[in-house]
């Protein structure tokens, strides 16, 4: 590819590397082979998160006020977060069919911006609390749901997973299907973003939200 295009490695400034989320194995060889390179050259590693890379992308491309970010995780899971005008949401792992304070009821909470009661069914669900807090529904006033009205933008291979359900609770969302999956140009333009605001760290880490699944044996003891 350099020779292709007349450069050498002293042509390169910095490397990108996906730091996940993705494959234990892959996202570490992944990011091992980047800081060779990089060793190697002296120049730095600039670690890209798969969320950043479609957050850069879309924003590049599109205008919105909400962006939830959703990757497969597989087994009922999605990797989300989320981001708007005002912060950024950490990455988590969501079981989005089987949450007791569900991937939607989140989300909603998260575009309204403010903490207060959502109304469900017979009970009101109080967010954002370690523990959900439920208490008996209030006969009147019947408050509109949060987020209605309010605008949301989905990408990410997951977005039509979850799609069901935002369709409860949302009435303005939108999914570009565009953006599905990072990639190599997605991810070397989140990392010209970091590279030109200096907010990088020299040492990236994997991104690893889901918990191995391989655990090591107990010891035996010594013989």
């Known amino acids: 590819m350099l020779k292709e295009n007349n450069l050498s490695y002293k042509d390169i400034n910095a490397i990108a590397a996906d730091i996940g989320p993705g494959s234990f194995t892959g996202v570490r060889i992944g990011l091992a082979a980047s800081r060779g390179i990089a060793l190697a050259a002296k120049i730095p590693v600039i670690g890209i998160?798969?969320?950043e890379a479609l957050f850069t992308a879309a924003k590049n491309d599109a205008t919105f006020e909400n962006l939830l970010v959703i990757f497969d995780a597989k087994r009922g899971q999605v990797f989300?977060?989320?981001?708007?005008?005002h912060e950024i949401g950490e990455p988590e792992l969501l079981e989005?069919?089987?949450?007791?304070?569900?991937l939607w009821e989140r989300v909603r909470v998260r575009v309204s911006l403010t903490f207060v009661s959502i109304y469900l069914g017979s009970n009101i669900l109080i967010p954002f609390t370690q523990k959900a807090i439920t208490q008996p529904k209030?006969?009147?006033?019947?408050?509109?749901?949060?987020?209605?009205?309010?605008?949301?933008?989905?990408?990410?291979?997951?977005?039509?997973?979850?799609?069901?359900?935002?369709?409860?609770?949302?009435?303005?969302?939108?999914?570009?299907?565009?953006?599905?999956l990072p990639d190599a140009k997605t991810i070397a333009l989140a990392a010209f973003e970091k590279i030109n605001s200096s907010n990088?760290?020299?040492?990236?880490?994997?991104?690893?939200?889901?918990?191995?699944?391989?655990?090591?044996?107990?010891?035996?003891?010594v013989a």
Request: hydrophobic share 30%; proline share 11%.
């Open 96 to 102: 989005y069919m089987h949450s007791s304070l569900s």
């Open 80 to 85: 989300s977060q989320f981001f708007d005008k």
């Open 138 to 180: 209030k006969p009147s006033p019947q408050p509109s749901p949060i987020g209605r009205g309010s605008s949301l933008t989905i990408i990410g291979d997951g977005a039509s997973l979850i799609e069901p359900f935002i369709k409860q609770t949302m009435q303005s969302y939108s999914i570009i299907d565009e953006f599905k």
């Open 200 to 221: 990088y760290s020299e040492n990236p880490a994997p991104l690893y939200i889901r918990k191995p699944d391989a655990k090591l044996p107990k010891s035996a003891g």
């Open 49 to 51: 998160t798969g969320f």
